[in-house]
T-cell receptor
Framework: AQSVTQLGSHVSVSEGALVLLRCNYSSSVPPYLFWYVQYPNQGLQLLLKYTSAATLVKGINGFEAEFKKSETSFHLTKPSAHMSDAAEYFCAVTSIQGAQKLVFGQGTRLTINP | NAGVTQTPKFRVLKTGQSMTLLCAQDMNHEYMYWYRQDPGMGLRLIHYSVGEGTTAKGEVPDGYNVSRLKKQNFLLGLESAAPSQTSVYFC??????????????FGPGTRLTVL
């Protein structure tokens, strides 16, 4: 079985500050991990994904995430927040087996303060 | 190339009514998925399909039925809507990936309210 826990349902940072969104996973098989972003009243857009090629993954809009097996974590970071980063962010886990169903965390709403 | 589209965008139903949500993709993807999104619960898988003519249950299938008669379309049906089915519904699709993990591409969602 697989599961994802996102620590913090709401995160608020100032414009220009570091963004850190936390994701911890549980998986009995090698995990593959995703971060998706959802802007208001829109669908989900892929930010980045970990597929075992490299532990530090770079995505769109300046975001990156590091896979740490020993900590079962896949935290999302961005060095300097922009107002346009305000959105909801979802971490998800899957495995290469079967239908590759995604298991999502509960989401973290990011607010950027001017 | 429209990607994944969903029809309708919004719908209000009364308890006991039925409706069908349509998902269409033009990327020739084999796999298609239906999720529901509820506040504080992320997205949960309702049903999925691994190819034309196939369907399977996900995490929360009760009260829903699906059909995949054509490769590009995946229909989600509510036979007798209940207020607990008030949610935002997302469809997703991806290529066949037996030896690699591929990205799921999401539609814009359908906001359903059941009174």
């Amino acid at each position: 079985a697989q599961s994802v826990t996102q620590l913090g349902s709401h995160v608020s940072v100032s414009e220009g500050a570091l963004v850190l969104l936390r994701c911890n996973y549980s998986s009995s098989v090698p995990p593959y991990l995703f971060w998706y972003v959802q802007y208001p009243n829109q669908g989900l857009q892929l930010l980045l994904k970990y597929t075992s090629a490299a532990t530090l993954v770079k995505g769109i809009n300046g975001f990156e995430a590091e896979f740490k097996k020993s900590e079962t974590s896949f935290h999302l970071t961005k060095p300097s927040a922009h107002m346009s980063d305000a959105a909801e962010y979802f971490c998800a886990v899957t495995s290469i087996q079967g239908a590759q169903k995604l298991v999502f965390g509960q989401g973290t709403r990011l607010t950027i303060n001017p | 190339n429209a990607g994944v589209t969903q029809t309708p965008k919004f719908r209000v139903l009364k308890t006991g009514q039925s409706m069908t949500l349509l998902c269409a993709q033009d990327m020739n993807h084999e796999y298609m998925y239906w999720y529901r999104q509820d506040p504080g619960m992320g997205l949960r898988l309702i049903h999925y399909s691994v190819g034309e003519g196939t369907t399977a249950k996900g995490e929360v299938p009760d009260g829903y039925n699906v059909s995949r008669l054509k490769k590009q379309n995946f229909l989600l049906g509510l036979e007798s809507a209940a207020p607990s089915q008030t949610s935002v519904y997302f469809c997703a699709s991806r290529r066949t990936g037996a030896s690699f993990v591929d990205t799921q591409y999401f539609g814009p969602g359908t906001r359903l309210t059941v009174l």
